[in-house]
């Protein structure tokens, strides 16, 4: 068979049906999903006795092929999910949360509703209920509702169910599975009390009008490990209606690396039991105060001459034993107030170097310390020649400030001084992706997945955190071919 046959059999109705699927959806459908997608269009075909992929398309696209469509996405869209997926996000739920949310509901003599957007097989929202639960609170009295969606209908039908087999319980507390769940045979049904505090509805997040009502005025929303699916245009539509329906200082709770989403315009981080939730602002934020005293030039207007030659400050092994290592490794678990505490403990300001500096920038920056994060790029700025690593940091310093444009220059001169360094070409691919520059970003993640193979482990951690690289080169992949 010619390539063109093949095209003509296999790759245009195939690129047409994910078109379709895409526009549904608002997924970003990546390679590795074009190959199931492949598979599943074959079998499919074959289900329906359609002779060929193109007339099969045909049908989809037809008003009596919409059932067998949302069949098709319930195959593509099936989530992994299990019981208290992700402790410290629970544990801030648990004991930063639900205690203002039971406050401000009380003051105000309303009931509760909490989301579970995107709740899969139903894991997520059982373990809203189950929180709810362990509260010694008049729970039933309050009046306290639990909405859970999902577009997959068969994953909805299972969550309705409130049946689990182990692998659902996985790395929880065992308890928990005895005290609130019944065994049946090799699997475990959630109790009634429990199940009724739920109502499972299918929603698709990125429908065109605005969520329906009963979705508005929530306290809480989980949205966890949605996002990451969605396109970048899609992502910000959702995140827009998803705020909206927030009542006011509610909660957004997102997964790991999903955080960048929550708009600071919007959102306010709240960091607690390491790891961070979003509140919903009641006003508008402020800029942050850039602390300059008024008596000296601001230390990041002299003229710079970047020098690629530069020997980039983390390319050699950090031993396991010096303080910049335990340090690191408190960061990457967020733990950032504990990593400041180390470095003060072991390490006087003059005594830190270049590599300590960087790293007690970062953290600050997390931490919303941008006065000390000043201090420690002048620091390390007048101690030696700018390295790549530098201008990173000033990079991340300047998009907190909300200049994204200053946010780029540094960007690139760190790109410049090291072209094998995977953080500038990645933050620049973010930074291009909200300029709305999408040739422009598709660039920058197709570098990043070059330099992925290039860069050290040490030194994609260090400005990423502790995000895999399966992720972040899943993350490019979609943005490249989207």
Not at 118 to 139: F, N, Q, R, V, W
Not at 298 to 309: G, L, N, S, T, W
Request: proline fraction near 3%; charge should be positive; aromatic fraction near 10%.
């Amino acid at each position: 068979m010619s390539i063109f046959a093949i095209v003509a059999k296999w790759i245009l109705p195939m690129n047409d049906i994910i078109a379709l699927i895409e526009k549904e959806t608002g997924l970003a459908i990546d390679r590795k999903w074009r190959r199931r997608i492949l598979t599943l269009l074959r079998e499919k075909a074959a289900e329906k006795k359609f002779v060929s992929i193109p007339s099969y398309a045909d049908f989809l696209h037809s008003s009596q092929g919409h059932n067998a469509l949302l069949a098709l996405i319930d195959s593509i869209t099936v989530g992994e999910t299990y019981f208290f997926r992700n402790q410290k996000s629970w544990k801030a739920f648990d004991e930063h949360i639900l205690p203002r949310v039971f406050a401000q509901a009380q003051g105000n003599g309303r009931n509760i509703k909490i989301w579970s957007a995107g709740c899969s097989t139903g894991e997520e929202a059982y373990s809203i209920a189950i929180s709810l639960s362990k509260h010694d609170l008049p729970l039933m009295e309050q009046g306290v509702s639990i909405l859970a969606t999902d577009i997959n209908c068969r994953s909805l039908a299972k969550a309705e169910a409130g049946l689990y087999r182990d692998h659902s319980f996985r790395g929880g507390d065992p308890a928990v599975r005895e005290k609130f769940f019944t065994r049946e045979n090799d699997q475990y049904r959630i109790q009634n009390n429990i199940r009724k505090l739920v109502s499972f509805n299918r929603l698709n997040l990125n429908c065109s009008s605005d969520f329906p009502q009963e979705y508005h005025d929530v306290d809480v929303i989980f949205c966890r490990n949605v996002l990451m699916y969605f396109g970048t245009e899609t992502c910000r539509n959702i995140v827009q209606k998803i705020s909206a329906c927030l009542a006011q200082d509610g909660y957004l709770v997102l997964g790991h690396v999903e955080g960048a989403m929550a708009s600071r315009d919007v959102f306010t981080p709240v960091k607690c039991h390491g790891t961070f939730v979003y509140q919903k602002r009641t006003k508008p934020r402020e800029k942050p105060v850039q602390c300059i005293k008024k008596d000296r030039k601001p230390v990041f207007q002299k003229e710079r001459v970047c020098i690629p030659a530069q020997p980039c400050i983390h390319q050699e092994q950090t031993s396991q034993k010096s303080p910049y290592h335990k340090a690191f490794q408190c960061y990457l678990k967020e733990e950032y107030q504990t990593a400041l505490d180390y470095f003060d403990a072991c390490l006087s300001l003059e005594k830190r170097g270049s590599k300590e500096l960087i790293l007690q920038a970062l953290i600050q920056l997390h931490l919303g310390q941008y006065a000390a994060v000043e201090t420690c790029l002048a620091v390390v700025s007048a101690r030696t020649v700018l390295t790549p690593e530098v201008y990173m940091v000033k990079a991340l310093y300047q998009e907190a400030l909300k200049d994204l444009i200053s946010a780029v220059k540094e960007g690139r001169a760190a790109a410049f001084a090291d072209r094998n360094f995977f953080a500038p070409q990645f933050y620049l691919a973010l930074f291009s992706d909200r300029l709305g520059k999408r040739v422009q970003a598709k660039k920058y993640y197709a570098n990043s997945l070059r330099n992925m193979e290039k860069d050290t482990d040490e030194r994609i951690r260090l400005f990423v955190g502790a995000v895999s690289n399966e992720l972040l080169r899943s993350i490019c992949e979609r943005r490249v071919q989207s």
